[in-house]
């Protein structure tokens, strides 16, 4: 596979020999496959092995390996070590004299890492760094296709539910019955748990949707998104319930979406990620704001939800084109409700038309 290539080319360049990959998204991005407790061991000589525990239903037996796409898979036996270990033993058994492996050191736990070094003596660990985090930064198409697929799906769950009749509901029930639309549409599941406040709940960063119940006048907040083939994306969304929003809820909600907007346009090629959420912060701490604005204003998406690149005032790096990040910025106001505006984009070039914007349900403070 192209993606295990040219993980293998970074590394074999800097004279690494073997490197093992846990990660479960790492693994995932360099497989194809989602196989929980599974490791990938790629070999400097172009084989590379999925090991994999036997599910529990099995007899304890090893399974043949299968080889599909140069990837050769392992189901060890019910008896069998940590599949890590067995990767540091097959490793080691590749040739004579030392072996350095390269590890996920920022994945392994202290007990797995003294497991492998014992259990592999002639082994010599390194660490791989976050070099198949590097990798995904960069979205090719098919994984684009994929998150477009999730934001289509995100739209129109959150566009259903927003023509149903929402006061005297609670949080929890709103929340249980977007992730229901996700799946009804298509979506693998939630990206995340779903976010939904009301009234003095609205705005809440992570707010766990509780039995609250909408009522005339609320603030209503959603943090929403779908999974689908692996890929997540995220939008968020405030509205106003009852016939018209208050002044003072109009001024908020306008104070948010210029600084949403402010990011957005931000999201240029070559553009820094401090840079990026300085434009969407900005506007929020000249209001007054800054002391309670979280610490980032945005984050990168694909096979996880708050993946690299991280928005925010100490990120250091600059955007390249095909990345995908939200750009969330939020205000809440102690004992009032508040405002939140997220959406998913692609970062691309002026010449291409500027930031794809993938979650196109509207922006306009709607009263519902």
């Given at each position: 596979m192209?993606?295990?290539s040219?993980?293998?080319d970074r590394w074999?360049?800097?004279?690494g ?8 998204a790492?693994?995932?991005?360099l497989?194809g496959?989602?196989?929980p407790?599974a ?12 090991l994999s ?7 304890g037996?090893a ?5 599909a796409?140069?990837?050769?898979c392992?189901v060890?036996?019910?008896d069998?070590?940590?599949p890590?270990v ?7 058994a590749?040739?004579p004299?030392t ?6 050191e920022?994945?392994?736990?202290v ?13 010599r ?25 999730a ?16 006061v005297?509901?609670?949080e ?5 019955e977007l992730?229901?639309?996700l ?5 693998d ?5 779903t976010?939904?406040g ?8 992570g ?5 609250r ?10 943090r ?16 106003v ?6 002044d003072?809820?109009i001024e908020?909600?306008?104070l948010v979406f ?12 070559g553009?820094?990620y401090?840079?990026?959420d300085r ?14 604005l979280?610490?980032g ?9 708050g993946?690299?690149?991280?928005l ?7 955007l390249?084109a095909c990345v995908p990040?939200?750009?969330?910025p939020?205000?809440?106001?102690p ?5 939140r ?7 691309r070039?002026?010449a ?11 922006k306009?403070l709607?009263?519902l």
């Amino acid at each position: 596979m192209a993606r295990r290539s040219r993980l293998r080319d970074r590394w074999t360049a800097e004279g690494g020999e073997a490197a093992m990959v846990s990660r479960p998204a790492n693994v995932r991005y360099l497989t194809g496959r989602s196989v929980p407790g599974a490791v990938l061991l790629l070999g400097a000589d172009g084989r590379d092995t999925l090991l994999s525990p036997a599910e529990p239903t099995t007899d304890g037996r090893a399974e043949p390996p299968r080889t599909a796409g140069g990837l050769r898979c392992t189901v060890l036996p019910g008896d069998a070590p940590d599949p890590a270990v067995a990767a540091a033993e097959l490793a080691a058994a590749a040739g004579p004299g030392t072996v350095l492996l390269a590890v996920e050191e920022h994945d392994l736990t202290v007990a797995r890492h003294r497991a492998l070094a014992a259990a592999a003596p002639r082994l010599r660990l390194t660490d791989l760094g976050r070099a198949v985090e590097r990798q995904r930064l960069v979205k090719d198409e098919e994984e684009l296709a994929a998150l477009r697929v999730a934001a289509e799906i995100t739209d129109h769950a959150l566009g259903e539910l927003l023509e149903s009749i929402l006061v005297g509901r609670t949080e929890r029930h709103l929340a249980l019955e977007l992730e229901r639309r996700l799946v009804d549409h298509g979506a693998d599941g939630p990206a995340f748990p779903t976010c939904v406040g009301t009234g003095r709940n609205s705005g809440l960063p992570g707010h766990p949707p509780g039995e609250r119940r909408v009522e005339e006048g609320d603030f209503l907040s959603v943090r929403l998104g779908a999974r689908y083939r692996g890929y997540r994306c995220q939008i968020g969304r405030t509205f106003v319930i009852g016939p018209a929003p208050a002044d003072w809820q109009i001024e908020l909600y306008e104070l948010v979406f210029a600084a949403q907007r402010a990011g957005r346009e931000a999201l240029l090629p070559g553009t820094e990620y401090r840079e990026v959420d300085r434009a969407a912060r900005h506007p929020l701490e000249a209001a007054g704001h800054g002391d309670a604005l979280e610490p980032g204003t945005g984050h990168g998406v694909g096979l996880e939800i708050g993946e690299d690149p991280q928005l925010s005032p100490t990120a250091m790096g600059k955007l390249d084109a095909c990345v995908p990040v939200t750009v969330e910025p939020g205000v809440h106001l102690p004992g009032r409700g508040g405002v939140r505006i997220d959406d998913t984009l692609v970062v691309r070039p002026r010449a291409d038309g500027g930031p794809e914007l993938l979650t196109i349900t509207t922006k306009e403070l709607l009263a519902l």
